[in-house]
Structures are given as C-alpha cells and as structure tokens.
C-alpha cells in the first residue's frame, strides 16, 4: 500500500511539475477537490474525449452526439430521483468538528479487517509456497472465518439500516464498532443525516424557492428529455444512441485522491435505447465493447476487471462496473446500467408529454428501455497517467522518468530538436515542424544536450524525437527516436509522418 501510495504522490507532483494538472486557484491556497488541467493536461483530456468519441459516435452508424445545457428545468430532477434520493448519509464528530461519510467510515473499518485477513493469507502463502490453497485457506483458517463472519455481520446490519433508511441504526453501528473520527481519535458523534450532492443555485433576479436551479449531477438526463428531438429530427430508428460529453457537479462529502472524487468533472456518456425485451442482450453487447475499447489502448489487460452490482438502483435491472487499478487499488472508472424505461417513462409522467417511439416493425409505440455507458474523463485521465508513469534504469549511470502514455493519447506526438543552434539546423528544423503541425502536436526544442532534451519528453510521455544534425542538410535524413526502446533509426524527411501517423492513430475497439 504504501508504495502505492507513493505512486499517487509522484503522479501528483510530475503532474503539477510538467503542466498536466495544477490545483485550482493555487495563489490563493487552493480549493478543494478543485483542479485545473495545464497546457499538457488539456492536450490528454482531449485525446481521450476523441478516442470516445471516435468510437461511440464516428465509427457508429446509429450513434450521434448531444451538447445539452448544464441548467435543466428543475423539475428534471425531480423526475429522475435526484431531489429525493441523491444523497449520502452524513455524520458530523462533535468534538473535531469534522464530517464523514456514513458508509465511508464504515467501508474503512471493513477496510481494516480485511488488511488483516490479507495479511494471514500473505503470511501462510509463504509458508506453504506453491503447495498454498488460498480458497481452501479462507474457508478454514479460524482466524480468517471469524474475520470475515464479522464483515458480513456488519454489512448486513448496514445495508438493512440503509433499506429501512434507520439513520439511527447507522449511528447505532458506528457507535458499536468503536469507530473514532480519523483526526481526533473522538467518538463523540451526532446523529446521521442525509445531505443531498446536488449543488443548488438560483436563476437570475427570482428569489425563494422558485427560482432554483440545479447545477446537473449527470449528464444523462440531458440525453433523456431531448429524446424525442434527436429521434424525430435525425430519423432515427431504435436502437440508437446518443451520445455526450461534458461537466457534471455533486457536492461530495469527501472529495479526495486527486482527480479521482471531484465536485466538478466530466462525463462521456451514451444513451442507447432499445426495444424492451431486448435490453439483456444489449447490456451484454455494451459490456463487452466498452472493455474493449479500453483494453484496445495497450493499457495491460489485468489493470481492469467487472464488478457486476448485486445490489440494483431502483431503476436498473442490471448493472456493472469496469474497475481499474489505480494508485489507491482497484476502483470505478465507468458504469455500465440497465436503466429499463424508469427515466423516458419518468419524464412522460413529470412533463404530461408523450415520450415514445412508433416501432414500424411491430405497428406499435412504446418507451425505449436504456443501456447506459458512463465514463468519468477525469478518472479516465488518472487511470491513463497513473498505469503510464515508469521511473527506469537507463544504464549504470543514469536513470529516467517515462510516461509510457498510449501513443494516440500523448499530449505531444513529436519533439523537433535541431542537434545545434546553429549551422542552419534550426531554420531546417523548424521547416520539418511546420510540415508536421497541421497533423500533429509538436514541440520545438533547442534548449540543452539532446540527452536532456530527450528525457525532458520522456517525461510528458512524447512518442517520437526527431534530430537534425548536419548530415540532414546532405542527405534530407533525420534520426528518430522511439520513446519506449529507446532506438534511434535513421529516415527520410517524408516518410517521418508516415512513421508517426501508424503509430498515435486511434485504435478500432
Ligand atoms: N449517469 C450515470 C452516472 O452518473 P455514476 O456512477 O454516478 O453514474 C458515472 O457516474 C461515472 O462518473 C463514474 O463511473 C465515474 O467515472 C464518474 N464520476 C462520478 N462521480 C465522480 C466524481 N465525484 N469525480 C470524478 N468522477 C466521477
């Protein structure tokens, strides 16, 4: 843990270090769970959005994209369940003045029991080496079975709190399990309560009640009440999609690990309806691309995995998370959600308007079920720096830091650096890099020994060097440099892009 703790640091200080990500408003001490993308940091957020959308919309030929407001009538989120039900239980210690959340002070504590039980398996595995039933372990060791008899007590006594919405009997566990407020070791704690994430500001000069608007805590519903519009305008025929991106707000309790829980953060998210009875078949169909599409990237394959929901929203009939494997360990990056017909039918009932699809196949109208697929930008742009960033041994003498970002992703594609400040090689460099803009990101490079030069793009993880050095004025030959081996060739001028292009082209999932 504690290397991958270290790992969450150093992400942190290369980002800041190399312009991917500054805290937001740092001249004034910062704001929370507030951050901002630098010069490089914009460049992989775009690269990423493209990748998405490149595959949900581009390469789709019943898939089209939305650019809906960030203000919805309020009333939409009456519809969906937000006014009611977006919330987290809260509780407050008394002594510290700190709040927490509920189920996270729970979570933790279940955390702590099962490091223990990790460690007894860790420990016994190394004992017995390759002799080792780990399963076989875990159903008999006494110790283990009694931990782990202790985990299932208490989530069961929390889930059936959380379904009988007994705020007390949360309190009531916390209390039980000896849980202390992290900063002050206090058990002082008041009762819980429901905050809801949803941030709330008022529309122009109305005042009071009537006038407030909701910041959208998804991007979803703005998909879901333009239905109608993309259907009918765009002649669409179920299935279809409609996809989006863009800046959803929640006011979480605890925003922490970086960009990993932030109040304010994107989403790429498609809608894709279906006719009922098809929506199985579909979520299957959704699952399986989307992991792809990410596994299309290079990333290694066992940094994610599914967590398929047990425990259901009111409105899905399946659902399942793609986890990674970030800094902090396994976590979820996107959703993928049986939504059935809860927030078209939802919006027809809140709106009095007909929100259905006349099937010309069947002679009939009906409302669409949904598959969602929901991603967050910001943990996606983590995900990717996070797995990427590799401190290497280069030789005895000297070593490098390297973000082994996915060539299609990386901020900058090809670093022009004239071998001299002189000579000519940088009026015939910057000729090159001209050639190569209008298709590429590219830096120019002058400044140092080409060694450090070299390791300076190593550093924002540019896939590709190109040298001019004298002979290039002779022979109309640059040498290139792959970022990952390090190998240096020798090429023609214009097969340059050729090289480049095969390389940072988006992958087909
Ligand atoms: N429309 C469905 C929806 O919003 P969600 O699981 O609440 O579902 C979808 O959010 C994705 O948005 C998550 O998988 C995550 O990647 C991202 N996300 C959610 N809350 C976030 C936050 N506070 N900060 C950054 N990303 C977040």
């Not at 000896?178 to 529309?203: H, Y």
Request: glycine share 6%; with cysteine.
């Amino acid at each position: 843990m504690a290397q991958q703790d270290d790992l969450l640091k150093k992400v942190i200080s290369h980002s800041k270090e190399y312009g991917f990500v500054f805290p937001s408003s740092e001249i004034y001490d910062g704001l929370s769970a507030a951050y901002d993308y630098g010069q490089l940091g914009v460049e992989l957020k775009n690269n990423i959005k493209e990748y998405w959308w490149t595959a949900m919309v581009k390469m789709q030929e019943n898939i089209v994209g939305l650019d809906a407001s960030i203000f919805m009538h309020p009333t939409t989120w009456k519809a969906s369940g937000h006014v009611d039900a977006f919330n987290d239980p809260l509780i407050d210690n008394k002594d510290s003045k700190k709040r927490y959340r509920a189920d996270v002070l729970i979570e933790d504590h279940i955390a702590k029991i099962d490091a223990k039980i990790q460690k007894d398996v860790d420990k016994a595995a190394k004992r017995f080496g390759d002799a080792f039933d780990e399963a076989e372990f875990r159903s008999t060791n006494p110790n283990v079975t009694r931990r782990q008899g202790e985990i299932d007590q208490i989530e069961a006594r929390f889930k059936k709190a959380m379904d009988d919405e007994d705020l007390a009997d949360v309190k009531a566990l916390i209390e039980d399990l000896g849980i202390a407020c992290p900063e002050s070791g206090s058990k002082n704690w008041t009762d819980v309560r429901q905050f809801n994430l949803m941030f709330k500001t008022e529309l122009g000069a109305v005042s009071g009640d009537s006038g407030v608007i909701y910041l959208r805590p998804e991007t979803a519903q703005g998909i879901f009440v333009n239905f109608l519009n993309v259907q009918k305008s765009g002649r669409m025929k179920v299935p279809f999609g409609i996809a989006q991106i863009g800046k959803a707000f929640r006011n979480e309790i605890i925003a922490r690990q970086f960009i990993f829980r932030m109040r304010e953060f994107e989403q790429m998210e498609m809608q894709f309806f279906v006719k009922p009875g098809t929506q199985m078949q579909w979520y299957e169909y959704w699952k399986d691309f989307r992991i792809k599409w990410h596994q299309a990237l290079g990333i290694p394959a066992e940094n994610y995995k599914f967590h398929d929901h047990l425990k259901l929203a009111h409105y899905a009939d399946a659902a399942s998370d793609i986890e990674f494997n970030f800094p902090m360990g396994f976590k979820e990056l996107e959703g993928i959600h049986s939504r059935t017909d809860f927030d078209l039918a939802r919006h027809e009932e809140f709106s009095g308007k007909k929100l259905q699809y006349f099937d010309p196949e069947e002679n009939r109208s009906y409302v669409p079920y949904v598959i969602e697929t929901s991603i967050g930008l910001d943990r996606m742009f983590l995900a990717v720096l996070s797995s990427s960033y590799t401190e290497e041994q280069v030789d005895e003498k000297s070593e490098r830091t390297v973000l082994r970002i996915p060539p299609c992703l990386a901020p900058v594609k090809v670093a022009v650096l004239p071998l001299l400040k002189k000579d000519g090689l940088p009026e015939k460099a910057r000729e090159i890099l001209k050639s190569l803009q209008a298709e590429f990101y590219c830096q120019y490079d002058e400044k140092d020994a080409i060694g450090r030069r070299y390791r300076r793009q190593d550093a924002i993880g540019t896939p590709y060097c190109i040298t001019i050095d004298h002979d290039t004025l002779e022979d109309g030959m640059v040498t290139i440099r792959e970022r990952d081996t390090m190998t240096q060739e020798r090429v023609k001028i214009e097969e340059v892009a050729s090289i480049v292009r095969g390389r940072v082209k988006y992958p087909v999932a």
